[in-house]
């Protein structure tokens, strides 16, 4: 199933012209912050949605089709917020609290007004605007898939930096994600800086350094 405009005309027709599609990435990652984007499509788009063929859940892409789709993205959308939230407030807040920060941030940065939100299987209890909370909402809703992709990519490149900076971890290949290369350098060299330290398997990790 790719994503299309069904859910956005519905809320267009009910008198919500400019919408805002949200997601995040990163929110089950050990290290790194998580990002969310808010995307607000040109009218444009409305008219030939053929414009963002190449735009789908980021999930579903690779890496170099996901850079791809961030260049259409960016080219026809009407705005594009973008909401970051490190790893030290994640320990803070907590992964949920944290996600919907990012998504707030998202929203507050977009540089044009919106009448309601479709957010992918999430909620901004703090805001008030009319929400849709759309379960994959990335591969259902055109809206949402375009911020899934902003928020991918934006995340992708924050981790390549973090790779210079902490090289030991292989940020730049698995991203902060849960993989077994991971976890071997999070045995060997412990947890770096931007590493989640209320996660499991941080907290096991930094547990058998502990001496005995």
């Known amino acids: 199933m790719s994503p299309d405009l069904s859910v956005e005309q519905t809320l267009r027709a009910r008198g919500y012209p400019a919408l805002a599609g949200i997601d995040e990435a990163g929110r089950g990652c050990w290290a790194g912050p998580v990002v969310a984007a808010a995307v607000v499509l040109a009218p444009i788009v409305y008219e030939q949605p053929h414009l963002l063929a190449a735009v789908n859940d980021s999930k579903q892409l690779s890496a170099v089709a996901r850079e791809r789709a961030f260049a259409t993205v960016q080219t026809y959308a009407q705005g594009i917020g973008v909401g970051i939230v490190p790893a030290f407030l994640i320990d803070a807040y907590g992964i949920l609290p944290a996600t919907r920060l990012a998504m707030t941030q998202a929203l507050l940065a977009l540089p044009c007004p919106v009448d309601a939100l479709l957010i992918d299987a999430e909620h901004l209890p703090g805001i008030r605007l009319p929400q849709e909370s759309l379960v994959r909402g990335d ?37 902060g994600y849960g993989t077994a290369a991971h976890r071997r350098a999070l045995a060997h060299h412990g947890p770096s800086p931007i590493h989640r330290y209320t996660f499991q398997p941080v907290i096991e990790a930094l547990e058998h350094l502990e001496p005995a």
């Open 139 to 175: 591969a259902r809703s055109l809206s949402i898939a375009a911020a899934s992709i902003i928020a991918k990519v934006t995340r992708d490149r924050l981790m390549h930096t973090a790779d210079h900076c902490y090289p030991a971890y292989g940020f730049a290949v698995h991203k």
